[in-house]
């Protein structure tokens, strides 16, 4: 009984002290003539329409969390809560560079936003490290997290533009010198996130100036993972929060393909939050294995419409890419990664893909933080990419 209680605590943490009746609730403007007494505030995507420092514990650097506006899955205006970490130095004359973090699978809660954790700056890979090279950085909570819900847990095009209008927001803390350049690093849930930022940039951002993409495990074949993560502790977590998440934004029906062990646990979903540095372990479910969901869902409308829609890689990728992967991840597993990159280079983009051998899906965000840092450094100085599509690389 000790060994079940520790492994469901080593994959799902107690929520955090929920702040909703304070930051998070959106502010609004007072009521005018012209909108007949209705409170309205301006919530275009990326308007910075709140902010809150802290301080931290890194040397150099100070903080602030955000609540700016973005766009959700009807294209309706949303509020979206993050973080901007920048050096305390001040900024040099052409402006400070970006990275824009998209963080892993945190939960399906609003308590659940990175952001709200006691010390938040903990779930971002090497901080320190970014302050030295005087870059700032943007870390989206994604819609739903922190604000009101649901959360579009990977929903691409919405966690894309939350990822995009947090680049924009920070630009508006004033004196930090936020430059347009910018480069988006996620793994995970986050990694699926990324890649969508790159391909929705140029359109929906196009004041920006995007130098490159990191994707760290990315999730890139939903339909792949509902199948090979309900064999895994942790894979399980993604599941229930992608099965939750989908059958809430899109109201797709989930009873006929979900078996009643399988229901019962994604209602849990919300209810608990994941360690976002990546639990290896996630909560005891009774019943709930490989043949819990039937494959038909991947078929059926509007399932299959729904997978194809947040599959990355139909799009342009919009800049040069890094691509991690650990030899061991259970959950997005290597051959899915490897096909992946394999269909983009088909596609004529520049990617540089890493292999880490022995690295599972929670260590491969930790081995990968220094190359990547590395990678999108060179981006930002304006050297060549490497490219892994060249024969011979």
């Known amino acids: 009984m000790l060994l079940a209680l520790l492994a ?3 994959g799902r943490c107690g929520p955090p002290p929920s702040r909703r009746d304070g930051f998070y609730i959106a502010p609004t403007r007072k009521p005018s003539s012209s909108t007949s007494g209705r409170a309205v505030e301006d919530r275009r995507p990326g308007k910075l329409l709140r902010s809150e420092p802290f301080k931290t514990g890194v040397p150099g650097s100070q903080a602030w969390r955000i609540l700016y506006g973005s766009t959700g899955s ?9 973080l901007v970490i920048a050096p305390t130095l001040p900024a040099p004359g052409n402006g400070r560079n970006v990275v824009a973090w998209a963080h892993p699978t945190a939960g399906v809660g609003e308590s659940c936003a990175p952001s709200m954790r006691k010390d938040p700056l903990d779930a971002i890979p090497h901080v320190p490290t970014l302050m030295v090279l005087d870059a700032i950085v943007v870390a989206t909570d994604y819609p739903g997290l922190g604000t009101p819900g649901p959360v579009p847990y990977l929903v691409g095009e919405v966690e894309g533009r939350s990822v995009l209008d947090a680049v924009r927001a920070a630009r508006q803390i004033p004196k930090i010198g936020a430059s347009n350049r910018f480069a988006v690093w996620g793994y995970s849930q986050g990694g699926h996130a990324a890649l969508f930022s790159g391909q929705l940039a140029h359109v929906y951002a196009p004041e920006l100036t995007l130098v490159g993409v990191a994707a760290v495990a990315p999730v890139t074949d939903v339909a792949r993972l509902w199948r090979d993560g309900l064999d895994d502790p942790f894979g399980r977590v993604m599941v229930a929060d ?19 062990e399988l229901l019962q646990y994604v209602a849990t979903a919300p209810g608990e ?27 059926s409308p509007p399932w299959n419409r729904l997978l194809d829609d947040n599959r990355p890689g139909r799009a342009p990728a919009g800049a040069p890419l890094y691509v991690a992967q650990g030899t061991d991840d259970a959950i997005v597993r290597a051959s899915i990664t490897a096909d992946f990159v394999a269909g983009l280079c088909r596609s004529g983009a520049t990617v540089r893909y890493e292999t880490f051998s022995g690295a599972s899906h929670a260590r491969a965000g930790r081995v990968s933080a220094t190359a990547a840092i590395q990678w999108m450094k060179a981006r930002f100085d304006g050297e060549p990419p490497p490219n892994t599509c060249l024969p011979g690389f």
Do not use: N
């Not at 009807?74 to 993050?82: H, L």
């Not at 976002?276 to 869902?297: F, K, T």
């Open 8 to 10: 469901l605590l080593a």
């Open 74 to 82: 009807d294209g309706e205006p949303v509020e979206v809560s993050g």
């Open 242 to 260: 992608s099965l939750w998440s989908w059958s809430r934004v899109y109201r797709a029906p989930l009873e006929p393909y979900a078996s009643p």
């Open 273 to 299: 939050c994941v360690d976002p540095g990546g639990a290896e372990a996630g909560p005891a479910a009774a019943g709930v294995h490989a043949d819990a969901l039937s494959p038909s869902i991947a078929t």
